[in-house]
């Protein structure tokens, strides 16, 4: 199957790392889809394949579909029935493996569990593949595709997928907005980002090895009132930071209750 | 005055880097003392000087006295009068300069914006310092000290310092939090942390060069409902978490908004 190359629907983030990485793996590419010409020409000349913004003008019939569209974009360009009998594979955390039932017999799940931007490239052998298809053979098939990009390749069915995304968005958006927070807190006192970023590259390295729940400092740990209070007071020109800094400090603290009762 | 060398006052995560770093410096050390007999003894080992777990033991009346301990002890051990008219520094965000006032004439901060532990080095000399002093006498002194580990040595007020550890409580604590509650929610899954190291790294390596703000990315951004919805649901074993989960997503879709308008 794999033989008769791949069409990429989406020409975003992960699009633009995942595509060129399956073509150094030795993957061929058909065709790039995406609603912006602009998109779709630009990734299709890096994996040296045609391009188009018409969903009727999807060629290959035997080519495997893999989509790297938003999450709720899907379902949507599913109904248009072009891909209907393929076998369709997706790359979502939270998209069930059931949103292509009714609309073909072979299909499947690709999900790696990494954060993707155009022009960053990131380390693909280091990415956890998790993998899921509607039988043995489609499943394999995706494993070995996996494979040829990561040694970290798993099995996960959608309801763990599911909880892999939700922790993901704990550990990679809401952190990047807790980055984007203190970036704004040093702006209103005019202090450049670039004094955090050795604090957050640390804070990072800690975890690689140690566990999060042992690591903890500062002053939510002991719920030290007096500076928890002078620090919301500080934050009174931004309401929602303040909910935000008592809501975490209050769920710290009872951590370290429960831990150390 | 720095030829009559250093006592350090405390003998946690924050003294066993600096403390080391400083010696490592030229700087000659007299005495450690913490609460901890097994912490003192452990710190004075590798800053080869004596050690003392009573406060009216403290020698040296002459040496810099710095403090590294919980903002909330300074207060206190300052009432214990021992340390009146010595130079006294101490290494808190969130501690005012005028901590001191009252005790002696000669004081100042010395504020290393970074996360420590115990056993892990960091890179002293990529740390910003922030210095504070009652008078520009003291104040050069400390510069100088600080410019012996890091070559990113500042000057900032006791209210800009405060919301340097207003921004870094985001940045660090509730960052690690996050990593936290991830991993308690992979844990409820029977999946380990491991998956997402990777995520974290690269979510972190990412603001290394590029702003917060513009790399952010998930259902958040475009306030996805049904996404939302689901992980909420998924984290009804978790009342808090949801309501970290449901704050956070809101928080990100408010900055979207707000700068896509």
Do not use: W
């Amino acid at each position: 199957m794999i033989n008769h190359g791949m069409i990429l629907i989406g020409a975003g983030n992960l699009a633009c790392q995942i595509g060129p990485a399956l073509k150094r793996a030795g993957v061929r590419f058909r065709q790039v889809f995406s609603r912006s010409e602009e998109s779709a020409e630009y990734l299709a000349s890096k994996l040296g394949c045609g391009h188009t913004c018409s969903l009727q003008k999807i060629d290959g019939k035997t080519a495997i579909i893999l989509f790297a569209l938003p999450d709720d974009i899907l379902p949507e360009v599913l109904k248009s029935g072009v891909f209907n009998g393929r076998l369709l594979v997706h790359t979502a955390g939270s998209v069930p493996l059931d949103v292509f039932r009714g609309y073909t017999e072979n299909f499947g799940v690709f999900y790696p569990l990494q954060t993707f931007s155009k022009n960053r490239t990131v380390e693909i052998s280091e990415i956890p593949f998790f993998i899921e298809a509607n039988n043995s053979e489609n499943e394999n098939l995706l494993r070995k595709l996996a494979c040829r990009l990561s040694s970290r390749v798993y099995t996960a069915d959608s309801d763990t997928r599911k909880k892999l995304h939700v922790a993901a968005v704990f550990a990679c958006n809401y952190v990047n907005h807790l980055y984007h927070i203190s970036k704004k807190i040093l702006e209103a006192n005019e202090i450049s980002f670039e004094a955090l970023r050795p604090l957050i590259m640390e804070t990072a390295k800690k975890v690689m090895e140690a566990e999060p729940g042992t690591m903890q400092t500062g002053p939510a740990v002991r719920y030290d009132r007096k500076i928890i209070g002078m620090h919301t007071d500080d934050l009174a020109g931004f309401p929602d930071y303040q909910e935000i800094y008592t809501i975490l400090a209050k769920s710290i603290h009872a951590h370290f209750i429960n831990s150390n009762p």
